[in-house]
């Protein structure tokens, strides 16, 4: 198994429908996040998940939901997406260090999920 | 603020040759510094960072960097490159936090290998 999964690799959509794309660690790490990102533009980070608490939400427009039902788990649950939503969803984990500890802030990858909003 | 600039969008050498891949970084305390690389149709994947200590950072797959605090700079190098370096890079940039990573990921630098 690799560290981060993704799925699905590749999804199409309508601004109608609702889909939700997936994520697993398998590092056993407690935090998990996930970024956008779009051709020539830097990556976006929209969410953090610590502990299975969302701890940061960079003003991501509300028909983007995660949800994370364990810190080895995360999702992203898509409704009426607008073309310029197509992107590659990356998904990531990383092992912070408990309160008052050292957090490297290393991060580990999935394959990410390549996005396109017809 | 934080912020990660790598001032050349692509570069293309000639298989063999040497490379410098460029990153300038804004922070206001001593940051925590990372090279990703990402091939096509891929994630991101951990080169090296560097956190503290020596300045200069061994990773994986021949690669380097030097932290340059005077300078703000972070710049990867790799003495000789191969075909499967080609690929995109990105610096970022972190800080210690004990409640989340806040890491700010420069543009990227795309790397074309001549044959």
């Known amino acids: 198994e690799t560290g981060v999964t993704q799925t699905p690799r590749h999804l199409v959509m309508g601004m109608t429908n609702k889909k939700s794309l997936k994520c697993e660690q398998h590092?056993?790490?407690?935090?998990m996040y996930w970024y956008k990102q779009s051709a020539k533009k830097p990556l976006e980070l929209m969410f953090v998940?610590?502990?299975?608490?969302?701890?940061e939400n960079n003003s991501v427009p509300s028909r983007f939901s995660p949800e994370c039902p364990n810190s080895s788990h995360l999702f992203l649950h898509l409704h009426t997406l607008q073309p310029e939503d197509s992107a590659l969803y990356l998904c990531a984990s990383s092992q912070l260090g408990l309160a008052g500890g050292v957090n490297t802030g290393e991060l580990f990858f999935g394959e990410g999920s390549r996005l396109t909003v017809l | 603020a934080q912020s990660v600039t790598q001032p050349d969008i692509h570069i293309t050498v000639s298989e063999g040759a040497s490379l410098e891949l460029r990153c300038n970084y804004s922070y206001g305390a001593t940051p925590y510094l990372f090279w990703y690389v990402q091939s096509p149709g891929q994630g991101l994947q951990l080169l090296l960072k560097y956190f503290s200590g020596d300045t200069l950072v061994q990773g994986i797959k021949g690669f380097e960097a030097e932290f340059k605090r005077s300078q703000s700079s972070f710049n990867l190098r790799k003495p000789s490159v191969h075909w499967s370096d080609a690929a995109e890079y990105f610096c970022?940039?972190?800080?210690?936090?004990?409640?989340?990573?806040?890491?700010?990921f420069g543009s990227g630098t795309r790397l074309s290998i001549r044959p």
């Open positions: 998940y610590n502990f299975k608490e969302q701890t």
């Open positions: 970022a940039v972190g800080a210690e936090y004990s409640s989340a990573s806040k890491i700010i």
């Open positions: 590092l056993g790490h407690n935090a």
